[in-house]
């Protein structure tokens, strides 16, 4: 059972124009969700993230919004570059069974800035 | 250079090998992670270190056998693999096992068992 879904496996925007990436979850115990950028031959980078009890991050040119009751977040990048071309993947803190805390993960989606 | 350095980046295998991947940081953390990356599946965790110590496995089969001499260092050894093992497989370190710091991930080691 897929906790964390990022629906679509790929967006393409052209340069400028806003990029929106969807992401829900089923667990509300999730406590802080994060984005990772993932470039091809390379692991995924850290982003930015958001606390349960926020509702908005914005960092620079990328803003995270989370809206507990849908279970959704979404991470806004304004204006996208051709340089944000990557796969993002949306991720959900969470305590596991052995009382670790782990990231779950989404399958990520492609995003592509057209120039 | 992400500060997290896994090798081999490519490895292909027959299903009889043994084989090791190598996972270092010099990062001052002290929690590392395997996590494992299959074509159009979201990344999945295997094993968690912290100080040293396992403190989770995510009912990896034992064909997967995780070793961490010390905060910096993270190897999983590989026997007896199945093709359906083939994927990315990647290394994260982080500070005191909290994932709000953001975790470090290698480059990854794309794994091929034939």
């Known amino acids: 059972d897929q906790q964390v879904k990022q629906n679509s496996p790929s967006l393409s925007v052209q340069e400028g124009r806003i990029s929106i990436l969807n992401c829900d979850y089923t667990?509300?115990?999730?406590?802080?969700f994060l984005w990772y950028k993932k470039y091809p031959a390379e692991g995924p980078t850290f982003l930015i993230s958001?606390?349960?009890?926020?509702d908005k991050n914005e960092d620079g040119r990328f803003t995270v919004f989370l809206n507990k009751s849908a279970k959704h977040l979404s991470l806004h990048i304004v204006p996208s570059q051709p340089g944000d071309s990557a796969v993002y993947f949306c991720?959900?803190?969470?305590?596991?069974?052995?009382?670790?805390?782990?990231?779950?993960f989404g399958k990520g989606t492609k995003l592509t800035v057209n120039p | 250079e992400t500060g997290v350095t896994q090798t081999p980046r490519h490895l292909v295998m027959g299903m009889t090998n043994k084989k090791s991947l190598k996972c270092e940081q010099h990062?001052?953390?002290?929690?590392m992670y395997w996590y494992k990356q299959s074509a159009k599946k979201p990344l999945e965790l295997m094993f968690v270190y912290n100080f040293k110590e396992q403190t989770e496995n995510n009912s990896v089969p034992s064909r997967f056998s995780p070793e961490c001499p010390n905060s910096s260092h993270l190897f999983l050894h590989l026997h007896t693999l199945q093709p359906e093992d083939s994927a990315l497989y990647l290394c994260?370190?982080?500070?005191?096992?909290?994932?709000?710091?953001?975790?470090?991930f290698g480059s990854g080691t794309r794994l091929t068992v034939v």
């Open positions: 994260a370190s982080s500070q005191d096992n909290r994932p709000f710091y953001g975790y470090t």
């Open positions: 667990n509300s115990m999730f406590d802080y």
């Open positions: 958001i606390s349960s009890i926020k």
């Open positions: 990062l001052g953390h002290n929690a």
């Open positions: 991720a959900a803190s969470g305590v596991t069974q052995g009382g670790s805390e782990k990231l779950v």
